[in-house]
């Protein structure tokens, strides 16, 4: 009795970060999520010999490519592909020094999705959520019902 039926919104940060992406892309009543620091993302850089995002399930091996049936059953499970085909509004944050989520990973992530986002930049944090973050992901959050109102 608490839903409106019309806004729904979730967030996470790191894995639950990449549960939200996911949430959002199976549950298409979902209309905005937050991911900070996500995981699952680009799983398969190590093929064009970029790092790959939590947890590295196919890590770059010295002349040695990742076995191909594990990259194609890896890229169902990439963030990356779930944003390709999401209409939720998402608010993303990537700390330049996390050597968990790698920044690298989630901006490819970032640039997958085609709906209405935002990124926060850390450059001064690791695997971590800063307080501007939080607070500017809470913001996005509110413009997003405060829009669906208008609608």
């Keep these: 009795p608490e839903w409106d039926g019309k806004r729904l919104f979730i967030r996470g940060s790191s894995q639950g970060g990449a549960q939200a992406i996911a949430g959002a892309y199976l549950d298409q009543q979902v209309t905005g999520f937050i991911a900070t620091v996500p995981g699952f ?20 091996e010295k002349n040695s490519p990742p076995d191909p049936k594990i990259i194609e059953c890896l890229r169902y499970y990439d963030s990356v592909n ?15 020094l996390d050597t968990v989520c790698k920044p690298t990973s989630i901006y490819v992530a ?38 669906f109102k208008k609608k």
């Design 41 to 60: 993302c680009d799983h398969t850089a190590a093929l064009i010999h970029r790092v790959p995002g939590w947890p590295n399930l196919a890590p770059l």
């Design 82 to 96: 779930f944003l390709k085909n999401t209409k939720a509004e998402g608010f993303f944050a990537a700390s330049f």
């Design 110 to 147: 970032y640039n997958a999705h085609q709906a209405n986002h935002a990124m926060i930049h850390q450059p001064y944090s690791a695997h971590a959520n800063l307080d501007e973050t939080i607070t500017k992901s809470y913001e996005f959050m509110w413009e997003h019902f405060n829009n």
